[in-house]
């Protein structure tokens, strides 16, 4: 046992309070995953006819709209083969992640092996690979059904894609780019999540040697760049030189992107045994939890500008699902890696604030927007941006890490 | 005096009732335009060290970004050139619109004569031509700045830009464009409008025999192919042979937009002495409005889907200025044309709703968004959409009509 285990272990064995135990709120998790949002997806989003995933769910799980976004496309084939690997060897499961697989397959990507961003019912590719993030989940797809089961097909899909996304990776865009070359160069923060969080996932095709070379140039780029000590906040944006940039760019914060990086990192400071790396990662989050929260009407804001600026996005006030869920791991993993009883503390408040607001009793899965004030903006339970992933990974993660079980070296 | 126009003072001279006279509503619109919004702009968006405007100007004034938008840049210029030329012949608006006409000159193109979208202050090119608005606003600019001051310059800048939108109509987006060739061609409502109304501004250098050409084609296309009577409402987009698309552009129902292009529709129906024109534009109008209206918190919804299906614009329920602004255009319009009671009752409404939640008494300007609610969602009076052009040009479109002016022609 580790010293991080035992840390986990302590802070299991003394949380008591009377809004649950963690063991309790990781069978609340554990039902909520496999008995309302899984099934979900299994009975709703599945096109018999086409093949591949209808993710334009209504609130009852009705679809209205046929189109097929191939980054959720892979989000879907992801969480199934996912929770194959992790949770029971379910053939229904598997089916699951191998009926989106073959569409994924067979309509996913153009000559250059680029991963379209949408496609019709049918498959026929309606808007160009102008997105890294079609590709980036095709690989995490692929490379998750290779694990249930191991395919040399399935393999290559993964390792090209992702050595595609490798050689893409300064110009994602490409021709899309809209940017004038020279004038203001930004470097975006997703871009060393994106290739650390894929490198884990690839780790049984590509070799750990390689994520670990990997790993510690992620975590200076996070840690020591984007993050910004004077501020205790990660920027979205800075100058290649990691210089603050005053634009819209450079001054924008997303509260939710932070607080998932951070339990990235944190996994990544477990699998390093490096507790200086976790306490860091847990400190950024809880304080911009802190900031992004929503003082007045609760939940977290989606985005913010550093400066108080008034930020571009007009969404800026909305509470979204997956800032919330990715919110509820973060703080599920700070506290079972630190023992810091703020993290529990935070835990229950946002749980409290995404259980009451977020999920839907009567037709099961959770909602994805809601206004300022909390209430449901758009009642779809999925479309061009929520898929079957934040949700039942968030509930994954939260039932395992709250049951004390080590899946940080799982991942 | 035509037909028209003695409608148009037979409206004007029945109307009475408890809360204000149309020229008392005149009094307070041109009140507005002369002593609070043109005053702002003259105060807070010159950049007297680099030429050209600041557009992103906080609640009081103050610059809280330097980016220069160039559609925003062309606005501004078209406004000041446009009162010099309809209002009074001042010098500090004429100063005020060369000022903003010299960056554009010197700043705004690439070497293929495409408006660039934004620059930093300095003038250098930020972000690339892919935008037609830009284009279409920097012709409006060059065209009013000719009135205001002829120069061969300023006409050859405005008709080469002109030749360029017409040469890229039917692939605005370039190399910019992100749709699969052939899979779903759809056509968007913005074209014909943006043509039309590029033509008539345009009309003293192109002539009037090439508006009165384009002129019923655009009225066609709106009136006949974007125009749905089987649900009152015009389409953002269809397919070229004018049939609905069941996606979600092809759904997409902006309410303001529709309810900005009747008002256009109504000045051509005007200039045509066409009555049947004028009368089914304003019924869409008014059809619109009650369709957009938000029947629980007032306003108008910013975005819907024509068959109830969730929008993918998350801020589709917020309230805009530029929807209100050109609502009570149209409603004047409609009322002085039509002399149709129920547009001088929609007139008060929206006035009352508009006045009351986007002006600001404190700092001058209005306020561009609201939430739902009608509360402030974000304060400052500009930004990159938010510019010196909807409110200005509303007001003195209000202003003009209600006196009972004949300004139709004028355009």
């Known amino acids: 046992m580790t010293a991080d285990e035992r840390n986990v272990g302590f802070a299991v064995e003394t949380m008591t309070n009377s809004e649950g135990t963690p063991a309790s709120y990781a069978a609340l998790y554990r039902h909520e995953l496999l008995d309302s949002v899984l099934p979900f997806w299994l009975k709703y989003s599945k096109d018999e006819q086409h093949g591949g995933y209808f993710t334009c769910l209504g609130r009852d799980g009705k679809v209205y709209d046929t189109d097929k976004f191939m980054w959720l496309q892979g989000r879907e084939v992801w969480c199934f083969s996912y929770m194959y690997n992790n949770v029971e060897k379910n053939e229904t499961w598997l089916n699951m992640a191998l009926h989106g697989a073959r569409f994924m397959e067979k309509h996913g990507r153009d000559a250059e092996g680029n991963w379209y961003f949408s496609s019709t019912a049918e498959g026929k590719p309606l808007v160009q690979p102008y997105n890294i993030f079609s590709d980036c989940f095709a690989a995490m797809a692929f490379a998750s059904l290779d694990k249930a ?11 090209t894609t992702f050595e595609n996304i490798i050689r893409r990776q300064h110009n994602w865009k490409g021709i899309y780019n809209k940017a004038y070359p020279g004038t203001r160069t930004l470097k975006s923060f997703s871009l060393p999540m994106i290739l650390c969080n894929l490198s884990l996932e690839l780790e049984h095709i590509i070799g750990t040697e390689r994520v670990n070379e990997l790993a510690p140039i992620v975590i200076r780029e996070v840690m020591d760049v984007f993050y910004k000590p004077e501020h205790g906040l990660i920027l979205e944006n800075v100058h290649p030189d990691g210089k603050f940039s005053n634009s819209f760019e450079g001054r924008l914060i997303n509260p939710g992107h932070t607080i998932e990086a951070m339990w990235f ?5 477990k699998r390093m045994n490096d507790q200086l790396l976790i306490r860091k990662a847990c400190d ?17 804001l989606y985005f913010m500008d550093v400066l108080g600026m008034p930020p571009q996005q007009l969404e800026w006030d909305q509470k979204l699902w997956w800032v919330h869920a990715e919110a509820l791991v973060a703080l599920a993993k700070g506290y079972a890696l630190t023992g810091d009883e703020r993290c529990w503390k935070w835990f229950k408040k946002v749980h409290d604030y995404t259980w009451a607001h977020f999920r839907d009793e009567q037709y099961g899965e959770w909602f994805g927007y809601l206004n300022r004030q909390g209430e449901v903006l758009l009642n779809q339970k999925g479309g061009k941006w929520k898929g079957c992933f934040h949700i039942p990974r968030a509930l994954y993660q939260v039932w395992k890490v709250l049951e004390g079980v080590d899946i940080g070296s799982k991942k």
């Open 149 to 159: 089961t191991p395919s040399d097909r399935y393999k290559e899909i993964a390792v």
């Open 265 to 269: 990192i944190m996994d990544l400071g």
């Open 284 to 300: 950024i989050m809880l304080h911009t939890l802190d900031y992004g929260w929503d003082k007045k009407y609760g939940g977290i």
